[in-house]
């Protein structure tokens, strides 16, 4: 999973080159946690206060993401988030639904009870999240909730699949400035990770990979992607 913890004294022990790349992702957060949106400019002051770093790694970030193609430099007004089509991020929703069933099923074998409890107490915590209209609390525990079993699926070729997927600059759930419509969609999709808790109780493979492939990660509302 991405970064989301940026004490200084963690930003101290990375090594010049890993700095940049720390930048790197705490940009691509933003852009998918909804903090950063599409034709919004970024600005360079603002993430050297936050991380505590000079303006060169977060220059070279920038440069990188703007080669890539995600961000858009433009002369005397710096980097601009780009807006990707519809059918890219349709792709890879059905990229990461497939992967991250597959990720499920060859978790199961592996999970705990404390990984269970884990995801309960996360389903409650995007519970508070979703009562609380609070966006940013449920990117945060919706990923964590993945990452618990996505980290006990055995196979590192897949987990650093999704996390390339995941650093696809897509954001990775709705948004919209329908607070009611956004947030009744949220707490849909914390009702499927309570079915999903269900299935894991059950080491019910084909049913985690069929939920997560055909409904989890089935895009119904193409207007708030």
């Known amino acids: 999973m991405l970064v989301t913890s940026w004490e200084v004294s963690n930003i101290s022990k990375f090594k010049y080159q890993s700095l940049k790349d720390h930048v790197y992702n705490y940009i691509a957060e933003r852009i998918q946690n909804g903090t950063l949106l599409p034709n919004q400019k970024i600005s360079e002051n603002s993430i050297c206060e936050s991380l505590n ?49 597959m990720a499920a099923s060859l978790a199961v074998d592996h999970m705990t009870e404390e990984d269970i409890t884990r995801l309960e107490q996360l389903v409650g915590q995007i519970d508070l999240a979703i009562s609380a209209h609070s966006y940013a609390d449920y990117q945060t525990y919706q990923n964590q909730f993945h990452q618990t079993y996505i980290c006990k699926c055995g196979n590192d070729t897949l987990v650093e699949l999704l996390k390339s997927l995941q650093n696809s600059f897509v954001r990775q759930i709705y948004l919209s ?34 939920i997560l492939k055909h409904v989890h990660w089935r895009i119904d509302y193409v207007d708030m992607i």
């Open 53 to 101: 770093v000079s303006r060169t790694p977060v220059r070279e970030a920038l440069i990188q993401m703007a080669s890539e193609n995600y961000l858009e430099n433009i002369p005397r007004k710096g980097f601009i988030v780009k807006e990707l089509d519809t059918k890219k991020k349709l792709d890879v929703f059905q990229v990461v639904g497939t992967l991250d069933g």
């Open 177 to 210: 400035e329908d607070k009611q419509k956004l947030f009744s969609v949220l707490d849909q999709m914390n009702r499927e990770h309570k079915q999903i808790i269900e299935l894991f109780k059950a080491r019910d493979k084909t049913g985690l990979d069929h």
